[in-house]
């Protein structure tokens, strides 16, 4: 079966989820969900109005792309004091604070839902937020300068879960207000890497600078973003154009990828179909297990998260009949393929299942 395709595009993420949501829940399930509704209302309004899309929800987290990044920032500013006004009205043990990620990056789209680096940095960078706060990636922080809306503190270089390279942080400090006077790109990024510039110079290397940019900010050619990285390597746009530039490398490796290579995106892509709407913990931890560093991990774990907040807030346990639903919508996903690392992928996670018998046949015996 051929691989569906993927979309790619480069867009700005928020990342949300309530801080210590569980130990609420188990406080008082019926009160910290009306808390939680009354949220809710007010972060989809704000999403709305800056033009966002929710792409998900699962529990207390939310997901939400923009085409600006301005646009996010302010809608994430604009959350977080609306929530502390309605937080202000509660007594203390009720309040529910939200903690706020954003990146900017390259994600891949599926079915209105999106995935990959971008969106776990993202995840991350909301699990260095303070309740109430927001931290945002240096390609973020450096698209804002010129803007001046908000005041960042540099949280340094952070090591975060399933990112092979340390992230830059920075905290959005809410209420603070900018310097009045503007803050040159430039002069900024060099100050902060201990370079001494000449001020008789600043103004015509800043022009040079924007000339550069200006001319090759739509481009769609690798060399030519990486001719301005080579020459303005610490630069405002520097981080804007290795993303553009990454992302122009990624599409052409997709499309020149090997049927290999697109069969097991296939597999993981069937998997995560058959887990992801089965309500079932085991099916999610499956998915997690076979796929640690997969393109659905963040989803998945949040899930499974929702599903383990609600178990423990109703004091039940999953109803065992979860196995064979599972293994019904697995089975279902598959068995018109017409894929052999598909019935494979089924035999690995029902080697005794139902249908295992016809998954040998589908592979053949030489395939075995």
């Given at each position: 079966?051929?691989?569906?395709?993927?979309?790619?595009?480069?867009?700005?993420?928020?990342?949300?989820?309530?801080?210590?949501?569980?130990?609420?829940?188990?406080?008082?399930?019926?009160?910290?969900?009306?808390?939680?509704?009354?949220?809710?209302?007010?972060?989809?309004?704000?999403?709305?109005?800056?033009?966002?899309?929710?792409?998900?929800?699962?529990?207390?987290?939310?997901?939400?792309?923009?085409?600006?990044?301005?646009?996010?920032?302010?809608?994430?500013?604009?959350?977080?004091?609306?929530?502390?006004?309605?937080?202000?009205?509660?007594?203390?043990?009720?309040?529910?604070?939200?903690?706020?990620?954003?990146?900017?990056?390259?994600?891949?789209?599926?079915?209105?839902?999106?995935?990959?680096?971008?969106?776990?940095?993202?995840?991350?960078?909301?699990?260095?937020?303070?309740?109430?706060?927001?931290?945002?990636?240096?390609?973020?922080?450096?698209?804002?300068?010129?803007?001046?809306?908000?005041?960042?503190?540099?949280?340094?270089?952070?090591?975060?879960?399933?990112?092979?390279?340390?992230?830059?942080?920075?905290?959005?400090?809410?209420?603070?207000?900018?310097?009045?006077?503007?803050?040159?790109?430039?002069?900024?990024?060099?100050?902060?890497?201990?370079?001494?510039?000449?001020?008789?110079?600043?103004?015509?290397?800043?022009?040079?600078?924007?000339?550069?940019?200006?001319?090759?900010?739509?481009?769609?050619?690798?060399?030519?973003?990486?001719?301005?990285?080579?020459?303005?390597?610490?630069?405002?746009?520097?981080?804007?154009?290795?993303?553009?530039?990454?992302?122009?490398?990624?599409?052409?490796?997709?499309?020149?990828?090997?049927?290999?290579?697109?069969?097991?995106?296939?597999?993981?892509?069937?998997?995560?179909?058959?887990?992801?709407?089965?309500?079932?913990?085991?099916?999610?931890?499956?998915y997690l297990e076979r796929y640690p560093d997969g393109e659905f991990v963040e989803l998945a774990n949040a899930r499974l998260e929702s599903l383990r907040e609600t178990t423990t807030a109703t004091g039940g346990a999953a109803p065992?009949?979860?196995?064979?639903?599972?293994?019904?919508?697995?089975?279902?996903?598959?068995?018109?393929?017409?894929?052999?690392?598909?019935?494979?992928?089924?035999?690995?996670?029902?080697?005794?299942?139902?249908?295992?018998?016809?998954?040998?046949?589908?592979?053949?015996?030489?395939?075995?």
């Amino acid at each position: 079966m051929e691989a569906p395709h993927l979309e790619r595009k480069l867009v700005a993420i928020l990342a949300a989820d309530v801080e210590g949501f569980s130990r609420h829940m188990e406080r008082d399930e019926a009160e910290t969900l009306a808390v939680l509704s009354r949220h809710r209302l007010i972060i989809d309004a704000s999403i709305n109005e800056y033009g966002g899309r929710i792409t998900s929800t699962a529990g207390d987290s939310v997901l939400a792309e923009f085409a600006s990044v301005l646009s996010v920032v302010n809608c994430a500013v604009q959350i977080q004091q609306v929530l502390a006004e309605e937080n202000a009205r509660l007594q203390e043990a009720q309040r529910l604070y939200l903690r706020i990620g954003i990146n900017v990056g390259d994600v891949m789209v599926k079915d209105g839902d999106i995935f990959g680096d971008g969106v776990n940095i993202a995840a991350r960078l909301e699990s260095l937020a303070e309740p109430g706060g927001i931290c945002v990636s240096r390609g973020v922080r450096d698209h804002l300068r010129k803007h001046r809306i908000v005041v960042f503190e540099d949280l340094g270089e952070q090591k975060v879960k399933n990112i092979a390279q340390a992230v830059r942080a920075f905290k959005v400090k809410i209420g603070e207000a900018p310097p009045e006077t503007p803050i040159d790109p430039v002069l900024e990024a060099s100050a902060e890497d201990g370079r001494a510039m000449a001020s008789s110079a600043i103004g015509e290397e800043v022009e040079v600078e924007l000339a550069f940019w200006d001319s090759i900010k739509d481009s769609s050619s690798v060399a030519e973003l990486n001719a301005y990285l080579a020459r303005y390597p610490d630069g405002p746009f520097a981080v804007l154009a290795r993303t553009r530039r990454d992302a122009l490398i990624a599409a052409e490796e997709s499309d020149t990828r090997p049927a290999k290579a697109e069969g097991a995106l296939a597999v993981e892509l069937a998997f995560w179909e058959a887990a992801k709407d089965s309500g079932s913990r085991i099916e999610l931890e499956a998915y997690l297990e076979r796929y640690p560093d997969g393109e659905f991990v963040e989803l998945a774990n949040a899930r499974l998260e929702s599903l383990r907040e609600t178990t423990t807030a109703t004091g039940g346990a999953a109803p065992d009949e979860e196995v064979t639903e599972g293994e019904l919508t697995f089975w279902n996903s598959i068995k018109d393929s017409g894929n052999p690392e598909m019935f494979r992928a089924y035999l690995n996670r029902f080697p005794n299942g139902t249908y295992a018998e016809l998954a040998r046949i589908n592979i053949g015996d030489e395939g075995l």
